[in-house]
């Protein structure tokens, strides 16, 4: 008999883990990473100076925080700003302003989505969440999950920017184990932008095949009337 793996906690934790890494880098330009230590918390909270959170539910319940420093959190938005082509004019300087909690809201958006995905793909569930609620604030504020938890758990993981700037992910969810009963095939996530650019790419080379084919028969007409 062959030993069942099982997906706990952790795993999960992991697996949102290289969604905020991956598509904060992506999208910024910035090297984001996570310290390989996890910290077990009683409660989760925002802190100041830039929160957000996301509940999510379906196979598993569970709640994400986000919660930037201004630093952390002017450092990627001014890289993302800066790499979606912005002029410096008119790019915010203050964590304070609505442009830089709404861009962070989008990101966070993309994190959750690129999540879910994950563990569709990963465990074989489904989950859905809600729209990220990002704010600036000035105060610690405590928040749960309006559900009754068997044994719940929460998590705290750090993350460092490329300037060494910090922020922090939490993340509270139900204890529990996934456990897989035979080895299954995970299919890789089809990326539309890759499949844009990849379709432009395609017709940009048989747009070029074309042109040379047209001067190559240009080149041989000319060649038969001794030109």
Same mark, same amino acid.
Not at 58 to 84: K, P, W
């Given at each position: 008999?062959?030993?069942?793996?099982?997906?706990?906690?952790? %795993?999960?934790?992991?697996?949102?883990?290289?969604?905020?890494?991956?598509?904060?880098?992506?999208?910024?330009?910035?090297?984001?990473?996570?310290?390989?230590?996890?910290?077990?918390?009683?409660?989760?909270?925002?802190?100041? %100076?830039?929160?957000?959170?996301?509940?999510?539910?379906?196979?598993?319940?569970?709640?994400?925080?986000?919660?930037?420093?201004?630093?952390?959190?002017?450092?990627?938005?001014?890289?993302?700003?800066?790499?979606?082509?912005?002029?410096?004019?008119?790019?915010?300087?203050?964590?304070?302003?609505?442009?830089?909690?709404?861009?962070?809201?989008?990101?966070?958006?993309?994190?959750?989505?690129?999540?879910?995905?994950?563990?569709?793909?990963?465990?074989?569930?489904?989950?859905?969440?809600?729209?990220?609620?990002?704010?600036?604030?000035?105060?610690?504020?405590?928040?749960?999950?309006?559900?009754?938890?068997?044994?719940?758990?929460?998590?705290?993981?750090?993350?460092?920017?490329?300037?060494?700037?910090?922020?922090?992910?939490?993340?509270?969810?139900?204890?529990?184990?996934?456990?897989?009963?035979?080895?299954? %095939?995970?299919?890789?996530?089809?990326?539309?932008?890759?499949?844009?650019?990849?379709?432009?790419?395609?017709?940009?080379?048989?747009?070029?095949?074309?042109?040379?084919?047209?001067?190559?028969?240009?080149?041989?007409?000319?060649?038969?009337?001794?030109?």
């Amino acid at each position: 008999m062959t030993k069942s793996k099982v997906i706990s906690t952790e %795993d999960i934790l992991a697996t949102l883990c290289h969604s905020v890494t991956g598509v904060l880098s992506s999208a910024s330009g910035n090297d984001i990473s996570y310290s390989a230590m996890v910290q077990k918390i009683t409660r989760t909270c925002m802190r100041p %100076d830039i929160g957000c959170f996301v509940l999510f539910d379906g196979g598993f319940t569970g709640l994400v925080i986000t919660n930037f420093t201004s630093q952390a959190a002017m450092e990627i938005y001014h890289d993302y700003m800066r790499s979606m082509g912005m002029p410096e004019e008119e790019i915010a300087h203050s964590h304070l302003s609505d442009d830089v909690s709404n861009v962070l809201g989008e990101l966070m958006n993309q994190i959750v989505g690129d999540f879910t995905s994950k563990v569709r793909e990963q465990l074989h569930t489904s989950i859905t969440q809600n729209q990220p609620k990002m704010m600036a604030i000035n105060k610690q504020v405590q928040i749960s999950v309006d559900t009754t938890m068997d044994r719940p758990q929460a998590r705290r993981v750090t993350f460092t920017t490329q300037n060494q700037n910090i922020f922090y992910l939490e993340l509270a969810m139900d204890k529990t184990e996934f456990i897989k009963l035979h080895d299954f %095939d995970i299919s890789e996530a089809v990326d539309p932008d890759d499949i844009i650019e990849n379709e432009a790419k395609h017709k940009a080379e048989k747009q070029k095949a074309a042109n040379k084919k047209a001067d190559d028969a240009d080149d041989d007409f000319m060649s038969d009337l001794g030109l």
